[in-house]
Each structure stands twice: as C-alpha cells, then as structure tokens.
C-alpha cells in the first residue's frame, strides 16, 4: 500500500460578481458557506456578506498581495481545510483564478490533486453594461490600463488594434491615484481611430455604495470622475445614446441609456 | 389634470447564465417570481427552472425571432404584465438588451417610460473559461463568427487585428450546420500570427446537460467536435496548457487545464 498522503480539502476560486448580494450565484454562496477558510483581498472580503465570516479564519490582504493570497489558499485546501479563494467580479477575468493554476505548477501538483472548482460570477464588464443600457451587445474587447505586469507598448498596441477593428473597448483599472497618464493616451489612440462624439460609458462602484453612472462623448471625457473603481466601455461606429427625459435627456439620471446595435443593421435586412 | 396613461409594469431583460440554477443569480430569480409574462428563444425557455413558468403567459420563439421576442415582450410590459425576457448567459452580450432599447427608441419611448431593468448574468465566455481553468486572465476579444448580421470582411478584419494584438480571443458562434467555412478561415487568421501549439479550450453546452471539455492545439483543432453550443477559447502566446495525470495528461478528463499567466512576468518582477 501506498503512504497516504492527507486528502486535500475542496478550493472554491470563486466571483463575487459586482458586490451585490442580489447577483452573488448560489453555486458562490455554497461554497461560501462550506468554506471554513475565506482568503481574499481586503477590499473584497468586505463585500462578502458578514454572515458567511463568523466564525471562519479570515485571511486578507492589501492590493498587491494576489501571490500570497493565492499560495495561502492552496495550502489551506491542501492542508485539508474547505476554502474560499473570493475575487470580484468573475475569477478568470484580471483575477486569480490563473494565479492558483500557477501555484500548483510551481509546486508540481497537477491541478486534479485537490478539488479545484472555479465558479464564475458575472464580471464587472456585464455589470457596468447592465447599468449602462446595452453597450456591449456585439464584438468588444478588454483592456487593462494597468502596466504593473505588462508592458506599456504592448497595451498600446492592443488599444490601436482594438480601435482600428471597430470593437467596443473596455477599460479596466483605467487610472489609480499614481498612474494617471494612461487613459489620456488611451484616448487619443481612440480618437485616431473613432469620431469624438463616440459614447463612452463610465461605471463606478457598478451595484455597491456609491455608485456612480454617466454617459459622455470621448472627446469630453470628465477624467477626473475616472478612478480604480471605475470601468469605462467605449462605443463602436454605431454606439449611440438613446436618449431619456427632462431638461438634460443625454444624462443617465435622465433615464438616457448607451446602445450598441446587434449587428451592422443598415447593410442587412433585420428580418433575416 | 393631464390624461392618464395607463402605467407601465416592469420589464426585465434578464440573463439566465449558462443554465444551471446554481448560477442562476438571486436577483434574477426574483424577477422570473414577479412576472406574469415570460419571453424568449425556446431554447432559452427550456433553461428556466419549470416552477418558474407555471400559470404563466409564456411567449417562446425559434431562434430568428429576437426582433419578435423584443416587441412583445416591449409590448406586454407597456399593456401592465410584469415581463421577463429572458436570454441565457449576459443579457448584452450577443442578447436582447439591446433589441429592447431599438424597440424603445423605434416608438419614440425613452427608456426611462418603463420601468427597465437590465439583470446582468455570468456570460458563456466566463462559463467556459470556469471549465477550462483560467484561460482569459488577461486582456481578451469576443467575436462572433455569425455572418448573419455583420459582414464577414468586418469579422475577418477583427480576427486579423485581435491575433496581430496577442489577445486571448473567444469565438461565439463558430460553427452552425449551414454555415461551416468561418471556423477555418478564423482558424487560418490565426496561425498568421500564432504558434500552431497555442492551446485552444472547446467547451459545448457549458454547465448544462451534454457539456464537453476539451483543450487542443490551434492547428489541430477538432472542427468536427464544434457547434452553435459551442464556444473557443484561443489563447494568446504566453497561455499554455498545466498537465493533468494519468496516461493522457493533456486531456481535460485527465485534469488539464488551460492558463494564460496574469502578466508578462517574464520581463517583470512578480513581487512588485
């Protein structure tokens, strides 16, 4: 007989969603509560609701903490402890679901060694699009800002490609208290490529406190409005503003909401 | 006093997920409670827990009437039913929101004329790549291969630039029974700019009854495994496949994964 090796406990990398209790999955929620370890960033970890914490060891940590976290995470489930590694939004999106693979093969432990299960939540693009009206709708791409581990000319080069093939483009982490230069020259690669009145949605804090909409044309971008909490969606040629009521019926308080049509209607018969 | 008008119910365009109840999210759940009508594709109906539709005017389609869907569904929330149309996956994301803001917009009603709530749902890109392991990570397109609305040189052109970017790019729609020859063409892009071992994840009828996995090589793809249930995942250069165990390692059944690194770590100090 073999020497037995402790069984690993299940690891739950899973998506929060945008924060609200209302879009948190069941899939989320179970393992939430079957989790005796919950393992995540500080600021997320306050999203998950008080209740799935008590009594639980709570392992947070500060913005750049995402290998620790990770690595923690797995040796807790290997240590044979159900845990919940928690991300906002989905866990495969700018998140750590890839970060959790990395540890195992660091480690050289293929992934079927422990119960991984990655349950996805929906991403802070849908919710942002959700909010918006429906910006998104056909072909987008995502783009980071953040050149913390990517280099600036290869997010350059994907902000040109991205324009030039008429996507929608959205923007994560488009600008931080420290970096603050990169949606400025986001812009003008998109304005090389899109008319100035192209829409562009801002969603910050997308269904938490302090949620904030607005709809402006990305010649008139506000910056000042954009921060880490925020994501941008930038329209394609045929993004429009459908517009609301009241004296300013293009504001999103107004009930004005972000179109993107489904396909490229003037040349096709929509009957098709 | 003006003449009263009769006052619209509410109307939800909301995203069922990829099907399972358990990512099914609580708020649209309390949406299909509180309507009286429910709208959608047949095939999306069919993903609808059955409680859900009992005693209840359901208005199902086949799958070329969304512009039907839409004003129905546009049509009932206006005549006073509380109306879910229900889409799978993100409601904005190839759905329906959008038909439902053209329908607005078509009759001259701003949105803000009805009570619309758009519910966001995990999209099937975030499904699949839960399955696969973590295959996005990093910046990624969607692009449908459906030329039924959008001109294929527009398509091909997108293919072109998000390959030329080094995006990870997931195929909607890659292959129908009438409609064969994009895959290989989109395949073709591809190879132009990446390697022909660039893992591509196949994943049909994700978190649903009939759901396959697989990973394989760009240039050895399975065209015969794809259908309209279908969604690619094609990585970009750095994704790569983490081995599972057993005598065929580099199968999904056999613990594989797919995993594109969060960063370019290579030229980057991963503790900054």
Redesign the interface.
């Known amino acids: 007989m073999k020497a037995t090796r402790r069984a690993s406990a299940p690891l739950f990398v899973l998506?929060l969603?945008?924060g609200?209790?209302?879009?948190?999955?069941?899939?989320a929620t179970?393992a939430l509560e079957e989790a005796s370890v919950i393992v995540g960033y500080t600021g997320y970890v306050r999203l998950v609701p008080q209740h799935f914490l008590q009594g639980k060891r709570v392992l947070s940590t500060g913005m750049?903490g995402?290998?620790a976290r990770a690595a923690e995470a797995v040796d807790a489930a290997l240590g044979g402890a159900a845990t919940a590694l928690v991300c906002s939004g989905?866990?495969?999106?700018?998140?750590l679901?890839?970060?959790?693979?990395?540890q195992?093969?660091a480690r050289g432990l293929?992934?079927?060694?422990l119960p991984l299960h990655?349950?996805?939540?929906?991403?802070a693009v849908?919710?942002a699009?959700?909010?918006l009206?429906?910006?998104?709708?056909?072909?987008?791409?995502?783009?980071?800002l953040s050149d913390?581990?990517?280099?600036w000319p290869?997010?350059r080069?994907?902000l040109?490609?991205?324009f030039?093939?008429?996507?929608v483009v959205a923007l994560y982490n488009p600008r931080s208290k420290r970096r603050v230069s990169q949606l400025g020259e986001a812009v003008t690669i998109a304005l090389a490529h899109k008319a100035g009145d192209t829409p562009v949605g801002i969603v910050k804090n997308a269904f938490r406190p302090g949620q904030e909409v607005h709809i402006a044309p990305l010649r008139e971008l506000p910056f000042d409005l954009v921060d880490m909490f925020t994501l941008l969606i930038i329209g394609n040629s045929e993004s429009r503003v459908?517009?609301?009521?009241g004296n300013s019926?293009l504001s999103w308080e107004?009930?004005?909401?972000m179109?993107?049509?489904?396909?490229?209607?003037s040349?096709?018969d929509?009957?098709?």
């Open positions: 998506g969603g945008p609200a209790p209302g879009l948190l999955t069941p899939e179970a750049t995402e290998l989905d866990p495969g999106v700018y998140a679901a890839g970060l959790v693979l990395e195992l093969e293929p992934p079927s060694e990655i349950v996805p939540g929906v991403p849908c919710a699009a959700a909010l009206g429906a910006p998104l709708m056909h072909d987008f791409a995502c783009i980071s913390l581990l990517t280099p290869l997010i080069k994907r040109d490609h991205a030039a093939a008429d996507f459908v517009p609301g009521t019926p107004s009930g004005a909401r179109l993107t049509p489904r396909g490229y209607q040349k096709y929509m009957g098709r």
